[in-house]
């Protein structure tokens, strides 16, 4: 049985570390000076080895997963007032969501915003290249930064469904921006902002699957391509899928652009007559992958060269079909 307030919080990996846009503070009363690079700040010794070996000590892309699946869990953004490294209050500029009493303890009771608070983001990601399911938190307090992050995220996720596996690069990027000036009117700035975009490998996966969906009507209307009729019980198409039916395929190697839209391929070859189960072993048998089901989900778990050489295989499977379907028509 959970114990209530302990362990019946929220899943979380650990933080290992804070992804910064400033210096080290030399006055506890001001923030360090704005860099145009990252800093990470973490007390895990082999984790600041890794990234300062991969990243160099003053990186403008990190690249990043991130845990959850929607903008709202992965990127969080508050209004705070902290006074001695101590919370006084949480809000959503409105309304306050945690405060301090003057019990000094928290309430989580509603109570309108008393003012004083700053703008702060907080985005967790995990950078693969620590090799640790654990976040690191970038963390702003700019406007800019929040309103970009928010917008990016919520793109991504409207264009995937999820921002889970989508591979990405934050970026510090730099923008000319209106802000007050020291005589109060507003004048025009350059500042490294943070951005949030996918991959371009990843990108070009999705443009060019996008391409093939629009190339490839007979997966979602086989009879506009004249496909055969179901295969005749003596014909079993299924069997050139099975293991070993073609040579070892070099990922390296593949000619055909890997990054053609799997999901179209395997519903042509569904029209083919070529059944789900047959399909999945024979995924299974080119990657070892261990699929158990052909849900879109499971095919993203698929690495690039994976990918590559399901899609060449099966490529040319559609195209035996489509032959051996020509042949037929022409002999009737």
Not at 145 to 159: K, T, V, Y
Not at 230 to 243: F, G, V, W
Request: a negative charge; proline letters at 7%.
């Amino acid at each position: 049985m959970p114990i209530q307030g302990l362990t019946n919080r929220e899943l979380s990996f650990p933080q290992i570390g804070i992804i910064r846009k400033g210096g080290e503070k030399t006055n506890p009363k001001a923030p360090g000076k704005d860099l145009d690079y990252f800093r990470f700040d973490t007390e895990d010794a082999e984790a600041r080895q890794l990234f300062l070996d991969i990243y160099g000590a003053q990186p403008r892309a990190i690249n990043a997963y991130l845990p959850y699946i929607t903008a709202d869990e992965n990127f969080e953004a508050w209004k705070e007032e902290w006074v001695g490294g101590g919370l006084r209050h949480r809000c959503d500029g409105v309304t306050c969501t945690i405060w301090q009493t003057p019990q000094m303890k928290y309430s989580h009771e509603p109570k309108p915003c008393p003012g004083k608070c700053k703008q702060v983001g907080r985005l967790k990601i995990i950078i693969p290249e620590l090799r640790r399911f654990a976040f690191v938190t970038v963390l702003t307090t700019s406007i800019h930064d929040i309103i970009e992050i928010d917008r990016n995220l919520r793109a991504i996720e409207a264009r995937c469904g999820t921002l889970q596996g989508v591979p990405l690069v934050i970026k510090r990027v730099a923008r000319e921006i209106s802000m007050p000036g020291e005589d109060g009117k507003r004048v025009r700035r350059t500042k490294w902002l943070v951005t949030v975009e996918a991959q371009p490998r990843w990108v070009d996966l999705q443009l060019a699957a996008y391409e093939r969906a629009l190339t490839l009507p007979a997966a979602q209307h086989p009879p506009a391509l004249a496909l055969p009729p179901a295969p005749d019980a003596e014909s079993d198409n299924d069997d050139i899928l099975e293991q070993g039916s073609d040579p070892a395929i070099d990922a390296e190697a593949v000619e055909v652009d890997p990054v053609a839209d799997l999901g179209a391929l395997l519903d042509a070859l569904n029209g083919f007559g070529v059944s789900d189960e047959k399909l999945l072993a024979g995924i299974n048998n080119l990657t070892g992958a261990g699929l158990l089901d052909l849900e879109v989900e499971t095919l993203r778990t698929l690495t690039p060269d994976a990918l590559a050489k399901v899609v060449h295989a099966y490529n040319l499977k559609l195209d035996a079909l489509a032959a051996e379907a020509d042949r037929k028509r022409e002999g009737k």
